[in-house]
């Protein structure tokens, strides 16, 4: 009973003041390398506009047509982009501001990046968001995300190369090797971290379910062809819903226990 | 359109883009990826969490053996569509085939361009600086500090829900997103299988294997999921990955 009391007492205390965990996610640090992430894809962008204007004249392609390229892409990104920001925002009471920026907002995606927090959480013992979600966890989550993200860099970084020089040798592999073992690999991670939430408490059944509901009912409801924009604003809305459901049966004392 | 002006002109023009690109596109990515390991390292080292670096390795490692064929297969599976010089772009931006590819391809169409092209490329390229721009913008004004003031003001007892329940809302949804966008009906049955054999029978009989449980399901299904796989008539070439 004591320990039970104590973490009563500690999260009332903590509720006060920003969680030791959030306190330490959003030090200004982390800020400052989130912020180099977004500064080295605005470089970026402004190098490649420049060697693309100057390459335009020898391809037969006006100046007029490089800015409605621009222009297209940036509208085109406008309703994904808004789609990532409503994900981003469920996910800053887990990792924090400058985390999720430059995770779930730029390199990675939010299905990789939870899928590999709450993977790395499990090494430790640790529950992602849990009682036992502490500033080392946290440390040790954003250390193997990162990792992971890094790897999908260093494997661009490796094979672009050789992809350019090699023509197109790799892409010759067998084509069913290509599609299956990818969709097998995707649907064995999310399928098993899905069902690991499912004895944890009733709340997160009822969470996993409702999101499941309604992320099946935006992506049927996006065969209308008004409705298309449901196919990207699917996952933001899902997991809203599925975070509304969870308050609900939360607060109505289904939450785990202690 | 790009007919009328093929030959050493336009090889010239797009050798100096693809190679400035290239060397550019290289180095910044490097440089992405330092400053995102650069917050976790500092974390490690200099905030005093006590964290050894067998606790790293095993987390790492755990996050690898799910995920390693991921990152091997989609550098392989976007080149075609991006060419090299968006690569550098796309790798370190993300959410690339729900926002890149489409920018791009509408991009495209729109100055009558096509892929593959020179013409074409450069539209890519010039989409994804847009796309870039609005979704840099967007996040730190929306996400940065809009969403930084929200956390500040929501009451305490709903962020706490939040942050013990958005991992389930987030993979419910994902599962769903995965079984329909894919469309591998046997892997997605085999992938059930094996996840609950795993979780429920496996975990339960050896606990210290509840570390991996997911590199194992993974890589189970992967096996099993190969050997049931929907043999198409043909070659089957009619089985490459499906782009919008």
């Given at each position: 009973?004591?320990?039970?009391?104590?973490?009563?007492?500690?999260?009332?205390?903590?509720?006060?003041?920003?969680?030791?965990?959030?306190?330490?996610?959003?030090?200004?640090?982390?800020?400052?390398?989130?912020?180099?992430?977004?500064?080295?894809?605005?470089?970026?962008?402004?190098?490649?506009?420049?060697?693309?204007?100057?390459?335009?004249?020898?391809?037969?392609?006006?100046?007029?047509?490089?800015?409605?390229?621009?222009?297209?892409?940036?509208?085109?990104?406008?309703?994904?982009?808004?789609?990532?920001?409503?994900?981003?925002i469920?996910?800053l009471?887990?990792?924090?501001?400058?985390?999720?920026?430059?995770r779930?907002?730029?390199?990675?995606?939010?299905?990789?990046?939870?899928?590999?927090?709450?993977?790395a959480?499990?090494?430790?013992?640790?529950?992602?968001?849990?009682?036992?979600?502490?500033?080392?966890?946290?440390?040790?989550?954003?250390?193997?995300?990162s990792?992971?993200?890094?790897?999908?860099?260093?494997?661009?970084?490796?094979l672009?190369?050789?992809?350019?020089?090699?023509?197109?040798?790799?892409?010759?592999?067998?084509?069913?090797?290509?599609?299956?073992?990818?969709?097998?690999?995707?649907?064995?991670?999310?399928?098993?971290?899905?069902?690991?939430?499912?004895?944890?408490?009733?709340?997160?059944?009822?969470?996993?379910?409702?999101?499941?509901?309604?992320?099946?009912?935006?992506?049927?409801?996006?065969?209308?062809?008004g409705?298309?924009?449901?196919?990207?604003?699917?996952?933001?809305?899902?997991?809203?819903?599925?975070?509304?459901?969870?308050?609900?049966?939360?607060?109505?004392?289904?939450?785990?226990?202690? | 359109?790009?007919?009328?002006?093929?030959?050493?002109?336009?090889?010239?023009?797009?050798?100096?883009?693809?190679?400035?690109?290239?060397?550019?596109?290289?180095?910044?990515?490097?440089?992405?990826?330092?400053?995102?390991?650069?917050?976790?390292?500092?974390?490690?080292?200099?905030a005093?969490?006590?964290?050894?670096?067998?606790?790293?390795?095993?987390?790492?490692?755990?996050?690898?053996?799910?995920?390693?064929?991921?990152?091997?297969?989609?550098?392989?599976?976007?080149?075609?569509?991006?060419?090299?010089?968006?690569?550098?772009?796309?790798?370190?931006?993300?959410?690339?085939?729900?926002?890149?590819?489409?920018?791009?391809?509408?991009?495209?169409?729109?100055?009558?361009?096509?892929?593959?092209?020179?013409?074409?490329?450069?539209?890519?390229?010039?989409?994804?600086?847009?796309?870039?721009?609005?979704?840099?913008?967007?996040?730190?004004?929306?996400?940065?500090?809009?969403?930084?003031?929200?956390i500040?003001?929501?009451p305490?007892?709903?962020?706490?829900?939040?942050?013990?329940?958005?991992?389930?809302?987030?993979?419910?949804?994902?599962?769903?997103?995965?079984?329909?966008?894919?469309?591998?009906?046997?892997?997605?049955?085999?992938?059930?299988?094996?996840?609950?054999?795993?979780?429920?029978?496996?975990?339960?009989l050896?606990?210290?294997?509840?570390?991996v449980?997911?590199?194992?399901?993974v890589?189970?299904?992967?096996?099993?999921?190969?050997?049931?796989?929907?043999?198409?008539?043909?070659?089957?070439?009619?089985?490459?990955?499906?782009?919008?």
């Amino acid at each position: 009973m004591i320990p039970t009391t104590a973490l009563a007492t500690a999260s009332t205390a903590a509720a006060a003041e920003p969680s030791p965990v959030l306190a330490l996610a959003n030090t200004p640090v982390l800020w400052i390398c989130a912020l180099g992430v977004f500064l080295v894809v605005a470089v970026q962008s402004v190098i490649y506009m420049k060697a693309a204007r100057k390459a335009a004249p020898a391809v037969g392609m006006t100046p007029q047509e490089l800015r409605t390229s621009f222009r297209t892409g940036a509208i085109a990104a406008v309703g994904p982009s808004l789609a990532v920001v409503l994900v981003a925002i469920a996910l800053l009471a887990l990792f924090g501001t400058p985390a999720t920026l430059v995770r779930i907002g730029l390199i990675g995606s939010v299905s990789f990046e939870t899928a590999a927090a709450s993977i790395a959480a499990g090494t430790t013992g640790a529950e992602l968001g849990g009682p036992t979600y502490t500033p080392q966890v946290f440390a040790i989550v954003f250390f193997a995300m990162s990792m992971g993200g890094a790897m999908w860099m260093l494997a661009t970084l490796i094979l672009t190369p050789l992809l350019q020089r090699g023509g197109h040798k790799l892409e010759k592999v067998n084509p069913a090797l290509m599609t299956v073992v990818p969709a097998a690999a995707l649907l064995g991670a999310f399928i098993s971290l899905g069902l690991a939430e499912v004895p944890k408490s009733p709340v997160h059944v009822i969470t996993l379910l409702t999101s499941a509901a309604v992320m099946g009912l935006c992506l049927v409801l996006a065969r209308v062809p008004g409705l298309r924009w449901l196919r990207e604003w699917g996952l933001g809305i899902a997991i809203l819903v599925g975070l509304t459901a969870a308050y609900l049966a939360h607060s109505a004392g289904l939450g785990p226990v202690g | 359109m790009t007919a009328t002006l093929t030959g050493p002109q336009t090889a010239a023009g797009m050798g100096e883009f693809e190679r400035t690109t290239s060397r550019w596109g290289r180095l910044t990515m490097i440089a992405g990826l330092v400053f995102s390991l650069a917050g976790p390292l500092y974390l490690v080292f200099f905030a005093d969490l006590g964290v050894t670096a067998t606790q790293l390795f095993t987390a790492f490692a755990a996050v690898a053996g799910t995920f390693f064929v991921i990152w091997l297969v989609e550098p392989l599976t976007y080149f075609p569509i991006l060419g090299s010089a968006s690569m550098y772009q796309a790798f370190m931006i993300g959410n690339i085939s729900n926002k890149l590819l489409p920018a791009a391809l509408i991009a495209q169409s729109s100055i009558g361009a096509k892929p593959g092209t020179p013409r074409g490329s450069l539209a890519a390229v010039m989409a994804i600086c847009g796309a870039a721009a609005v979704h840099l913008v967007s996040l730190f004004v929306f996400v940065g500090l809009l969403g930084t003031w929200l956390i500040s003001v929501i009451p305490p007892d709903v962020t706490e829900v939040v942050r013990i329940y958005v991992l389930p809302s987030v993979m419910g949804a994902v599962i769903i997103q995965a079984i329909v966008s894919l469309k591998q009906v046997r892997a997605t049955i085999v992938a059930f299988v094996v996840a609950v054999l795993v979780l429920f029978v496996l975990v339960p009989l050896v606990p210290s294997l509840a570390m991996v449980a997911t590199a194992i399901v993974v890589l189970t299904t992967l096996v099993i999921g190969w050997f049931v796989r929907k043999r198409e008539a043909g070659a089957g070439q009619d089985a490459t990955p499906e782009v919008p």
